[in-house]
Each structure stands twice: as C-alpha cells, then as structure tokens.
C-alpha cells in the first residue's frame, strides 16, 4: 500500500492506533442528480482507521489490527454496498460509506475491555477524492 498522509485528529489520549486496508465494492446512487454514479460502478476504496485510548489490553494491544480488518473488510470487501442493511436508509456515498464504517468499528470497539476509541475514519474512493469522518461526541453506554 502507497503511505499516504492523513488528516491528524487533536486528542489527549496515550495511545494512537492508525489501520490502512482497501476494499473492492461496487455502488450507486439511485438519484438523477448523481450522474453517471447513478449507474453501478465499483471503486477500490482506502481505508484509515485512527483508534485512540488511555489503556492496552492483556496481550499489550490497544486493539488487534486484525480485528479492525475483519470488521471492515470481511464485511464490505467484495460486495454492492446497497446490497447491505447498513445502507437501507441512505445511499452509499462515500460519506455514508465513512460513517458506517465508524458505526461498525465502534459497535466492536464497545465489546473491549480497555475501551477504545474510533475518532476519525478516512476512506478514499478515488485518487483526487475522499472523506473524513469524525464523531462530534463518544458516548459511553
């Protein structure tokens, strides 16, 4: 994978956890005003993850990477993204996109004992074009 240089997100915490991977789907968006993205067409989109917390886990991990992978990837790579319930209310734009991927990382984030958090998700759907989505808040429940 190419380094790329991503947005920094201002935070306090001890730890910083950053994951790259990519995912092969295919989307549209069902609006005439989407243009030609109204017809189904497929992306090679990257993704960065920035996890942070204050505490490491019993193996000395503030999360495995490769759970963070399973997560994104084993549940998106592969697949027409308006196929999934995920997206059953919005289209998958590269914004929905960012933000589902929040909501999937956090949701697993929640399970961890050492609490982690997911404060920034990058996704790159082309080489001129991407998105970063960041929570306003991390409620705790």
Partial sequence: MIQQIY??????????????????????????????????????????????GDALDETGFLVNFSKLKQAVHGRFDHRLLNEDTLFETAPPSTEKMAETIYKVVQEQLDTCPNRPLCIQVYVRETPTSYVVYRPKEHARG
């Fill in 7 to 52: 947005p920094a997100p201002i935070h306090s915490y001890r730890y910083e956890l950053n994951k790259d991977m990519h995912v092969a789907a295919a989307h549209y968006i069902d609006d005439e005003r989407a243009g030609r993205c109204q017809r189904v067409h497929g992306h090679t989109y990257f993704i960065n993850l920035t996890i942070v």
